[in-house]
């Protein structure tokens, strides 16, 4: 044994387990470093605002009597209800046991019906189960920025969502100044949460529900369906789309089992979901609420895409009011304003069409020759059209869920993810003062060229 005769220890010295404890509550309290810290500190510090006079034991215990407050930690999680049955049960009344009754058999039922989801989330890949928590947390730093001061009153709220199947957690957080702990911002949550964990199987639901639908095929060797092609002797035509009639699982086949140089692509317009995908009518919107009203009007088509990520629109521009909807994977657009039509080059090209017939050909169906855009923004040639790079060009990327208004003679090009479903509505645009603009650019600047 230690030899501790003649060793007194001082009487106002913290045994080692009590400074543990002191530690662990100093830093249950949320440090930040200073704005204005020394070089090299390694110091954090607390809220000047925890600060309090000291007081002893006796006065802290008359505090807590008056207020009526206990030191608690409980065994499990309870309810505010369960806790207060447990601090009158001693003194319980009929009606108030009953009521805790029913309250119990609500909640066992809950835990029946948690496990249940549980166990089917755990067994089966399609089932997804996942429960919530919402916490009122995570202050704002202090600051002494005005809207930091007003901002650090408020709580951020932390939503966390737990997925039983494979233990996936999200939190979503916002503090008072964007959204209240009500029913639309927990329902936004959600929605934003099955919207990103949950994926369809589109190939699947198509395969169920129209596997024998004759569709219209648009197929070309190099992706580019209306758009600059080079034939065989080096000429740069407009060339379109060989198409072709087949079976939507016969066009899913070829998705899912790429070809070299066969690029696939539903891109038949004309309203094609409301006159070839009647069948998906169902659970497609008809028309826009918002742009309806907006522009006073119905949409004129509606049309359905799906394709391989190597099929491309080039730039081009439509006289529609355009509301383009990504039901699946995502679409990328390269946009330029019509006030910059000054900086797209244009070309005339005789117009032409891909033939397929164990090889591709180009064949010519047209003499009149069509204005159209000569320059490819992934790839623009600026040693020859150098005013291109004075266009103002903007990239956005419209995700699953998302919907882009592109409004009329806006030049757009277009690529997108391998199977991307998109649904567009094309409204009519008013020939209006903005039209009449447009067109007199036209003309200024073919008397340039």
Known sequence: MPENRGKKCPPNKLAPEQLDMLKTHILSFQAMESHYCRKNSEYKYLDAGLNVQIAGMETYRKVFRSYKLRFHVPKKDLCKKCVAFKDIKSNVTISEDANNSKHLKRRDDAFLRRDADKAAANNYKNVLAFNFDLQAVLHTPKGAAVPFFYVRKLPVYNLTC????????????????????????????????????????????FRQVIPNKEITLAITPNGYADGITKDKTGIECFVMPWEVQTTMSHFLDMLENKRENYIPYIQRQNSNLTEDFKELLSDVEHEIDFASKAFNKKPDAVNFWMGDSRAITSMHKDPYENIYCVIDGYKDFILIPPTDLSYVPYKKYKQAMFKYNEGWDIEMIDSVELPWICIDPLKPDFLNYPQFSKAHRYTIRVNKGDCLYLPSLWFHHVSQSHGCVAVNYWYDMEFDIKYCYFKMLEKLCESQT
Do not use: L, M, P
């Not at 209240?180 to 934003?192: D, L, Q």
């Open 162 to 205: 737990y997925r039983f199947g494979d233990k996936d957690v999200d939190c979503f957080t916002w503090d008072e100044t964007e959204g209240k702990r009500g029913s639309v911002e927990i329902a936004t949550c959600i929605y934003k949460y099955i919207s990103d964990k949950q994926s369809i199987d589109y190939n699947y639901i």
